[in-house]
């Protein structure tokens, strides 16, 4: 298979860890739009926000998005890349959109464990649980209207792995 496949969904469920595995197994280039927008800005997503705001960071994530698609390419992208429209246009038409789907306790259990705060600014100002929850609220339909695959991400990454290759090889049957 060699369309863009394009991970979504919010902070913590594991874009980043599953597209490298993802990668391994299928032989495909991994590319993370966080990272590729933070090396290319030489900064990172919270000075962006700190110095520019939300809405200059979510231009730059846009055309980081379309900068980065190509063949055979799996793509972790950022938990907001589905905010805009044209964003969840362009997955759909270019690629395949794998939502990784977690509840709020998974979550918040990892982004505690792992904040990365330079590249996890606030979104609300609220404590993490609350955020996550909040923001999750808001978003989950826009993940599923973006996804052509929605896979449990509660599981071991190598599960979730397993998971997406199995809705890709029944996809490319029927
Ligand atoms: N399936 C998993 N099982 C257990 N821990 C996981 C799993 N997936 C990710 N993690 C852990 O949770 C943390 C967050 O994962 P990751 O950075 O991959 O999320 P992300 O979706 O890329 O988040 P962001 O949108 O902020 O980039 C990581 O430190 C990782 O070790
Ligand atoms: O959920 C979000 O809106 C974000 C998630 C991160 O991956 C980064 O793209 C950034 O911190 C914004
Ligand atoms: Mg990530």
Redesign the pocket.
Known sequence: MTQPIF?V???????????LELARVSQSQFV?T?HWLQTQARQTIAEIVEKEGWESFRARESDTLEAVTAPSTII?T??GIILAERNRQFMREKGIVIY?CAPVSTLVE??E??P?EG??PTLTGKPISEEVSEILAERDALYREAAHHVID?????E??VNQIVTALRLACAS
């Open positions: 991970l969904g919010p902070r913590g469920c594991g874009k980043t860890t599953v597209g993370d966080d972790a950022g938990g990784l990892r982004l464990a792992f990365e590249q996890r991400a509660a599981q071991s990454p599960q979730v």
